[in-house]
DNA sequence: GATGAATGAGTCTTCATTCAT
DNA sequence: GATGAATGAAGACTCATTCAT
């Protein structure tokens, strides 16, 4: 077995296990049993308990965020673009609802962790958003006085706590694509410009 | 000192070193000393460490809802209603950034939590944007398709995420009026009806 | 009140909730609450937990001893004495359940009591039987060849493991009775002269 | 060190220190320290300090009835065999005087103990005098009318007893021998039939 | 590299005892 | 005398991490 497939058996191990309990009710022995490997094992790939939780998050929200500007190259519309980047956040945090529940819950368990741990991916992944925000400023279908900042933030927040729904409940009354459309409709109607709306840009 | 007095200040305590340290690293001891009294103390009014989380989240947040419902009764405009709740809630996540902390980070942390204690308060908090909506919507100020329970989540998702911003950054580039303001007028603008924007409702 | 009364009621209370829990599982407080006191209270009237248990079997065996003793003075034939005395030992067991778990059980716990604490009343109650015995052996009536501290033991504890059998059994098959003529019988009929015997003395 | 090593090193020191203090009194890291063990090896082999005194019993036990069953086997005379066990329980509560102290005393500390657990070596053990009496009943040895629960009782109550002599006090009168003798006479003595004395089996 | 037995520091919780009222 | 809230020392047990094999 190569190196990098011990490293990743582990990763996503630790991801289901995190998932169940959470970061500090998982046992280093828990992981390491479902992972199949012995526990002193762990500790030849990662420093301890602690650069697990860092590593999936730095490996898997890299995937993400590859992921997520590749196929945001592809649209030319900001107003697709957001719509796609709602769309697509919603899907994973379904598809890959554990490792969903990591990054939402664990990630933020720790104050420590946000605060020592000077989230780049995270900072990284929120400004894709900025970015169409701004792009779609300077095409003039975006009112100048939406501030990227709050937008980012608001804009991740609802799309985020709106997946904390399907990550913690068993029943749902709505679909994905549904909740990315509406979340989406109320950002884009309440920041395009009249000028935007008149051209049709951005409708629903 | 009134029994009363001993659990408030208990509670208070614990919601200082909660926020500092996050609820797995913080020990019962710390919570002792910054309370001033003996370890053992705190177990004549908390069953265990567990139950001082639960309790400052149903008090705390008790008190926070009854807040908010009493000065959203004082107006009777869903679009100020709405408006009057994000600034609120910002403001509330301003002053109380301990609180906050504890609220926003520890109660998000363990799945457990979340699973297993269905969480009341946080529903009854969330559902008084549903009802701000669907009174908007009765009144034919709101778009008919928006969907209450993907309304409410995203709104509160993103002054949620948004409050983190300060809660966890030490220098802030925006007030929280700004923020405020932004983010209810992203959803205002986005849900009202036509009808309701000619008769200059909701306006800015 | 008057204070013998409260004294009591706490020794009572202990008895019982000894015999229920053992002293190392018995808390103050269950004592207190059982006798309707406060916990503090207790230690107006003893120093400690353990003073408790002492004084449960200073004060209680005095009185079987001197219970014990008033019986057998009524009686002059040693043969006799000795049976009276185990049906005496088995029927108080019997009758006084708790205070029998407490002695039996709780009083050989710990080495320390039995170390510590020099037994004097226990002392005193077996060797009611080692003067039965030489009491019979200079009337002649038992062997000489028996050595009294050998007896006293053996009888008491062959005694002292039938009660357990009542103190921890909820159904029994023996009468109290039936069981103290047995072992006074083993007894009797192995210890008797040859002359007692023709005699027909300490016959069944 | 092989692992019935390590487990069988943790029993020894336990029964130490459980009979220098008492169960209750015994502390998890004075047994790790008298094992030479880390207090969490401990809890590699046990699952927790009472599962440390329920195994020397079952354990101990074990071995000594297997002895016991053993060297009777070797002796065909009931009365021979009752002699031999009496010699061999306080021989043996002699030798192994802290085995001897740990069962006697603390195996009936608790009630939850003689309760909770069911004691089944200890009826086994004791299930060997009743057999040897009913074995003696069977060839006219013994009285018809000596109940084997009563006799088996007693009987193993007066040597334990006698042995709790031992165990307790560092100075003694008697040997291991005479008492053992003395026992045995009062029991054989007094439950023979006038058959058996004519023919002088059971004779001392 | 891989193992998993061993380690021992760390912490929640209990509860006998005290003492201000 | 009586109370019972408060104390804080003490200990069973856990588990991340190490290291000899």
Wanted: hydrophobic content about 40%; proline content about 1%.
């Amino acid at each position: 077995m190569k190196v990098a497939d011990k490293h990743d058996k582990i990763i996503q191990a630790a991801i289901r296990v995190f998932a169940r309990n959470g970061f500090f009710n998982s046992r280093i022995a828990e992981i390491a049993k479902e992972a199949h490997v012995a526990d002193g094992t762990i500790y030849l790939y990662f420093n301890n308990k602690y650069d697990i939780l860092i590593t999936i998050f730095e490996e898997e929200m890299g995937k993400i965020i590859a992921n997520v500007k590749q196929e945001l190259a592809k649209i030319s519309d900001p107003c697709e673009q957001l719509k796609k980047f709602a769309l697509m956040h919603l899907s994973l945090m379904e598809e890959k609802r554990e490792l969903a529940e990591v990054i939402q819950v664990e990630l933020r368990q720790s104050s420590k962790f946000m605060k020592d741990y000077r989230n780049k991916k995270f900072v990284e992944y929120t400004n894709i958003i900025a970015n169409i925000l701004i792009s779609g400023q300077e095409q003039g279908l975006f009112r100048k006085d939406v501030v990227p900042e709050i937008f980012k933030r608001s804009f991740f927040g609802a799309l985020d706590e709106m997946s904390r729904f399907w990550v913690l409940s068993s029943n749902r009354k709505f679909s994905v694509k549904k909740a990315a459309e509406q979340i989406s409709s109320y950002f884009l109607e309440g920041t395009i410009t009249s000028a935007a709306k008149e051209k049709r840009s951005c409708s629903r």
